[in-house]
């Protein structure tokens, strides 16, 4: 398949302006504000980490152009989710943080064993994200703070579909996804227990939502990509064609043995 259509994609998504959110706080319940800025502070740190892909992908031979060039776009995109998270952590009165025990293990992980490996981590990071996001915004009342989060979640959504594109029908990847992503959702529901109470969100109901999430994403993994390059047009992890008759799709098979190396 082409990936131009990413490419386009994310290239629209640059021109989006910063929406305000000095009022993030606005609006909600007595007790709110603080465990939502320690919250979404975490994912703050790790959403504006990952510049380094957006380099080692030009290192990688034999890569798709338009493919290459929708890596470094997807990368600035998760960058731009950690300004916004920032800007809601600010205007809920919170502080940034510089460092968690949670982000250096996501750390070393990326850095383990190569750029692949790297995007097995980033897949399982941006899953976890989606289903906490979609938790979070939820259980908050209308304003601009569930307006980004739920921005935040659509972009998740296409994250998930252009990572599967490249590596859906590899089960390999799957393989090496799998472990990571429900390592990440059960560090994730402990971490941020305090605040899902504060939210009123059991732990087992958070835990069921994140698994759920696992689930569609992994069916997406499943199966080759569509030889039309569409984008946006199915749930994160519907089914997709199963016709395998041309073979995986995605990144032809030269292509996903250099960014395995």
Not at 79 to 103: D, M, P, Q, Y
Not at 183 to 196: E, F, I
Not at 233 to 251: K, P
């Amino acid at each position: 398949m082409s990936f131009r259509r990413w490419r386009d994609h994310f290239e629209h998504n640059r021109l989006r302006p910063v929406p305000d959110l000095a009022g993030a706080g606005a609006g909600l319940p007595p007790g709110w504000a603080a465990p939502l800025a320690r919250t979404l502070a975490v994912f703050q740190l790790g959403e504006s980490k990952g510049g380094r892909l957006a380099h080692e992908i030009d290192e990688v031979p034999g890569l798709d152009a338009d493919y290459r060039a929708a890596v470094k776009l997807f990368v600035g995109e998760e960058i731009r989710h950690g300004r916004l998270l920032a800007l809601c952590v600010e205007g809920l009165g919170g502080r940034l943080l510089t460092s968690t025990w949670t982000e250096s293990l996501f750390v070393v992980a990326r850095r383990l064993l190569g750029v692949r490996f790297k995007l097995v981590v980033l897949l399982a990071a941006e899953t976890v994200g989606l289903g906490f996001y979609r938790t979070l915004a939820s259980q908050l009342p209308a304003g601009p703070l569930r307006d980004c989060l739920d921005e935040l979640y659509a972009d998740e959504v296409q994250h998930l579909r252009f990572h599967a594109d490249a590596f859906g029908g590899r089960r390999g990847f799957r393989l090496a996804w799998y472990p990571v992503v429900t390592a990440a959702a059960l560090v994730v529901v402990v971490d941020h227990r305090a605040t899902l109470r504060t939210l009123g969100v059991p732990l087992h109901e958070a835990a069921r939502r994140l698994a759920a999430e696992i689930g569609r994403v992994a069916r997406g993994l499943q199966v080759a990509p569509r030889r039309d390059g569409r984008v946006g047009d199915q749930e994160a992890g519907d089914d997709r064609d199963r016709d395998h008759e041309h073979g995986e799709g995605g990144l032809d098979a030269g292509q996903r043995v250099a960014i395995e190396q």
